[in-house]
């Protein structure tokens, strides 16, 4: 498999084939990502008691804890991919949220990723639109939002981070944990997304868009062939 950009698969080209459809099928491993920026450390002091409360109250969910102002975009991007859920996080600044927070939304809008829930959060002097305005974001982005969100004024105290401790905790139990679908190479049309599928006929596997059948994403054949006839 000579791909226009990324390596060659000299070998046992089946195994990135198959590794594709499990990506591009609604992929979700039993993660949750709080991605957030802070001024202060008030919205990260609220991410880390989300955090908790959340691997309190399912100790197999893996919990990713990114500032998005110091960890590389790609890599938060990715983490999101693998994620049954995200948190999104930040404070109020000129009546909306923090630039880095705007670059991921952006990027999450664009990756067309589907059936993940997501939350926001965030601290706030006077105004506190952000948690509002993140949420709109989301739900443009395709992200299913599960509530309102969390916003507190100022810097959390005590009684703030047991209430965002047990908002973790709740946001476990509204993450169900969702496999990707098997797929086991038998012939048979597989939904991949609502825009695409996944046909397998007689050693083809073909990836083709569901309202234009006739365009065709990948082709490939996984065996020997004497002739081929495209």
Not at 97 to 115: P, V, W
Request: with cysteine.
């Amino acid at each position: 498999i000579c791909p226009s950009h990324g390596v060659i698969w000299r070998e046992h080209p089946e195994q990135i084939v198959e590794k594709y459809l499990e990506w591009a099928g609604n992929y979700q491993e039993n993660q949750i990502s709080i991605v957030y920026d802070t001024m202060w450390n008030s919205t990260r002091r609220m991410a880390e008691a989300i955090a908790e409360g959340i691997g309190d109250a399912d100790e197999t969910v893996k919990v990713m804890l990114l500032n998005s102002s110091k960890a590389d975009k790609t890599d938060i991007i990715t983490e999101i991919f693998k994620s049954k859920a995200v948190v999104l996080g930040s404070p109020t600044v000129n009546n909306g949220y923090l630039y880095s927070i705007a670059g991921i939304l952006e990027l999450m809008k664009g990756a067309k990723f589907k059936k993940k829930k997501a939350a926001a959060f965030g601290s706030y002097g006077w105004s506190g639109e952000s948690v509002k305005l993140i949420n709109e974001e989301l739900e443009k982005a395709g992200f299913e939002v599960v509530d309102a969100g969390k916003r507190i004024t100022w810097a959390p105290d005590g009684e703030m981070l047991e209430a965002l401790h047990a908002y973790g905790m709740e946001l476990a139990g509204k993450a169900p944990v969702v496999r990707a679908t098997d797929f086991q190479g038998e012939d048979g049309v597989y939904e991949l997304t609502v825009d695409m599928e996944y046909r397998v006929m007689d050693g083809w596997h073909i990836v083709r868009e569901t309202a234009q059948p006739g365009i065709m994403l990948m082709a490939i054949y996984i065996g020997e062939l004497d002739e081929v006839d495209i």
